[in-house]
């Protein structure tokens, strides 16, 4: 099975900050995706294939990464961005999530 | 609009069976693999199921393997979880999701989720 780990678990920010969220495979993986889900809500995808923004998400999301290591920047946080985010990976049965990120307002 | 609706959640004793469906409209259900997706009270996200677009291919969890059971009805555009021998771990919010490939095959991802139907498990 492939390990999803994220990092870190949890982090502040302020409203117009850049933040990175980091999630490792224990394997190499060829599909990587990126979640957000807020209070209550489904989750939401964000970014597929590492780096490929969905549908109309906002151009201040982007998805980097290659082999094991993937990350997801915000750039200029929103009110809304506040929320818990997953990697998740494709690349092979069973599929496997990371923990998550929680993303809290400083 | 894409929507999917999943019904028939509720208490069960450990043990005991439940069905849970899941109602699709807005899109060719038939053209579209599906999975099941839970998440535990406060805890994060597990997938569960994949089920392919004609119902040939089913991919299971190693923690629900033999007891639930994925199935669809594309006649009826309707989705299944037939869920045996229920345990405490088994509780939690089942999302119905649909899976989209991406451009680079075999690229895929969870694109349309449905708000999900509680399982609780307890004597």
């Known amino acids: 099975d492939i390990q999803m780990t994220q990092s870190p678990s949890s982090l502040s920010a302020s409203v117009g900050d850049r933040v990175t969220i980091t999630c490792r495979a224990s394997?190499?993986?060829?599909?990587l995706n990126w979640y957000q889900q807020k209070p209550g809500k489904a989750p939401n995808v964000l970014i597929y294939?590492?780096?490929t923004l969905h549908g109309d998400v906002p151009s201040r999301f982007s998805g980097s990464g290659s082999g094991t290591d993937f990350t997801l920047t915000i750039s200029d946080l929103q009110p809304e961005d506040f929320a818990i985010y997953y990697c998740?990976?494709?690349?092979?049965?069973?599929?496997?999530f990371g923990q998550g990120t929680r993303l809290e307002i400083k | 609009e894409v929507q999917l609706v999943e019904s028939g959640g509720g208490l069960v004793q450990p043990g005991g069976s439940l069905r849970l469906s899941c109602a699709a409209s807005?899109?060719?259900?038939?053209?579209?693999?599906m999975s099941w997706v839970r998440q535990a009270p406060g805890k994060g996200l597990e997938w569960v199921a994949n089920?392919?677009?004609?119902?040939?291919?089913?991919f299971y969890a190693d923690s629900v393997k033999g007891r639930l059971t994925v199935s669809r009805d594309n006649t009826n555009n309707s989705l299944s979880l037939q869920m045996n021998s229920l345990r405490a771990e088994d509780a939690a919010v089942y999302h119905c999701?649909?899976?989209?490939?991406?451009?680079?095959?075999?690229?895929?991802?969870?694109?349309?989720w449905g708000r999900g139907t509680v399982v609780a498990v307890s004597s």
């Open positions: 999701v649909r899976i989209r490939f991406g451009e680079i095959l075999p690229h895929w991802y969870f694109d349309v």
């Open positions: 807005g899109f060719t259900f038939s053209n579209y693999w």
């Open positions: 089920i392919k677009e004609d119902g040939s291919k089913k």
């Open positions: 394997q190499t993986t060829s599909c």
């Open positions: 294939s590492a780096s």
């Open positions: 998740q990976q494709s690349h092979s049965f069973p599929i496997t």
